[in-house]
């Protein structure tokens, strides 16, 4: 599969008299292949948005290599620029003209067809409100004309920065569903969000960024597999005398309320038969599966000291600072 | 082209810009109705006596100048009270820049060939501010709200696109222009035929105004790019607001006092106020008392000239030179 977008070794600082230097991000690598719905999860500060600005030229990068459809970021970007549909975090519209009026600005400017403008207020769910101004709009209704906004080029690639904000919970299903037939029609999406379950959801690959940094990159099951302890949820009359039972063969157990949990479990017959054998009797083995959450809280640190109201920034790298590339390996 | 149209869309839709449309509107008509009912056509024996006081009011001027040549000569002792210059040139009729005529004497009769140049003044002030403010605010809103980063993703060329948004801007505001002086002018030209007098309005007349209004237009212009330059600078509408408040408080009013205090020669010539004003009027003159200092002859005056064309090199390298800045900083800068 070819490349659509390509970063390597990316680095932005940002410098203010007030706060001095600041890295935003330090030598970030994402690479998303044609037809992937590409999921870019981060937390608050870690350096999506500056990233996904500096891939569209908004920002200056202080080194490193970008690409875009095969061509240079930002040098040679106008070549594939009627290509690319992009939001970045939430778009401001002038508050005085409708939502259809916008794009045809938008669509003057970037001489797309006038046509187009209704056809994408269809697939963004605004058709009928599409005449009422700007300013009147929901926070949710404002991100779907920003989604037309990147639509109405009939765009390759897709990136839509928290496409997610402001939406009710039908307005997601429906993103989800037009993410999803975008990606069955060859448009190839990078989508950044907080709603880790959505990114789980619509998402084949995920990039996890923390500090600036890739933590975590590959498909969405091969990152959730790498993070498998192989851990079971198992109930048991009696759970005390079962730890002894699981410890003496040579298995992790621990209480967790009124059930174990029994970790490096490759085989979960072995638990039952060892139990068994002893008539303890399992009432419940169940998997314990990481989802994108955890894994996400997990590698960027979000979730260390849960008592502690954790500031902006305050994430963290794995420790080693390796990074965990399930298309390449683990790299040091 | 495209982007040129979307723009003029945007131009036309701010809010901003109607409400200085509409108050350019609302000036034109005051000025227009208080002219309109100030203003009567002369009956015939009003033209009669204005005229016989014009041609009196000449006649003294002329015997005022022959009485002060023969005082000069020795020919006439006058009397003592009567004041007279030095140099009977100074009162001179034909040296005058005009002579007494009708219309200064028909009150409540407005003449177009009088009032036109003030009045076009008028309308070039509201344009020159026009201008400024528009191009400020034009760009400044569009900074801070995002809507260039929006164009960017759609056109991600800078230079084109700020490019693209000044020339919009003059274009527009130069049409604005062109259309309302029309306008403005025209009207006050059929109240002088209808309510008033047209006065005398030969080539002459209409040369000098047309070059007033050539003058006031570029002038429109270098405060639109002016304003616009700024604000791209300083990312917001307030810093060219700012920098004009700043610029005039400090250097037109605090510099100014500074340097006659430490008695800097030729100090208008560094008053951008000097050279809009010896712009607009062709060329202007400065008094400077040190310009006779050591001279022993009456034939020094104090005045030093400001020509227009010196004065219009400044306009254009302060307004070219910002907005030279302004194209090069938003080249690189960091649009967050």
Known sequence: MSAVIEIEGLRKTFQSLRSGRRVAVDGFDLLVEAGQVHGFLGPNGSGKTTTLRALLGLVRADSGRMAVLGEPSPELLPRVAGQVGAIVESPQFFGNFSGYRTLRLLAHAGGVPVSRVDEVLDLVGLHDRGDERVKGYSLGMKQRLAVASALLKDPRLLILDEPANGLDPAGIREMRDLMRSLAANGVTVLVSSHILGEIQLICDHVTIISQGRRVATGRVDEVLAGHDRHEFLVRVAEPERAVELLHAAELTAVVDGGALVVSGVSDPTVVSRVLGEQGLWVGELTPLRPDLESVFLELTGAYEHPSVPRQVGDSSLPQGGAVIDLDRGVDA | ?336
């Open chain 2, 1 to 336: 082209m495209n982007l040129v149209r979307a723009e003029l869309e945007r131009l036309s839709a701010r809010r901003f810009v109607q409400l200085m449309v509409v108050l350019l509107v609302v000036a034109f008509a005051v000025t227009a109705a208080t002219t309109l009912v100030g203003s009567h056509k002369p009956s015939v024996s009003e033209l009669n006596s204005a005229r016989g006081q014009a041609a009196e009011a000449r006649r003294d001027l002329e015997a005022n100048h022959q009485l002060c040549l023969a005082r000069q000569n020795g020919d006439v002792v006058g009397d003592s009270d009567d004041f007279f210059p030095s140099d009977c040139s100074a009162i001179d009729p034909i040296r005058q820049d005009r002579l007494p005529i009708p219309a200064d004497f028909l009150p409540g009769v407005f003449t177009f060939a009088d009032q036109a140049e003030p009045l076009l003044y008028f309308l070039i002030a509201f344009l020159v501010l026009f201008g400024f403010l528009v191009g400020a605010s034009y760009i400044g809103a569009d900074l801070t709200s995002g809507g260039v980063v929006n164009l960017l993703l759609w056109r991600p060329r800078r230079t084109t696109v700020l490019a693209a948004k000044l020339g919009t801007l003059l274009g527009a505001v130069l049409v604005l222009s062109l259309l309302a002086s029309v306008a403005y002018l025209a009207t006050f030209w059929v109240i002088g035929q209808t309510a008033g007098l047209p006065g005398r309005l030969d080539g002459e007349f209409w040369s000098s105004l047309g070059a007033v209004h050539g003058r006031g237009l570029v002038l429109v212009l270098l405060a639109s790019a002016l304003g616009f330059a700024i604000a791209t600078l300083g990312r917001h509408t307030s810093a060219a607001l700012g920098a004009l408040a700043a610029y005039a408080v400090v250097w037109e009013l605090g510099a100014r006092l500074v340097l006659e205090i430490v008695d800097a020669p030729n100090s208008d010539l560094f008053m951008l106020s000097s050279h809009i004003g010896a712009w607009l009027n062709g060329g202007a003159r400065f008094y400077d008392e040190q310009i006779c200092r050591g001279s022993t002859g009456l034939s020094c005056e104090g005045f030093y000239t400001m020509t227009w064309g010196v004065s219009l090199l400044v306009l254009l390298a302060i307004t070219g030179g910002l907005t030279a800045a302004a194209f090069a900083v938003f080249r690189r800068r960091d649009l967050i």
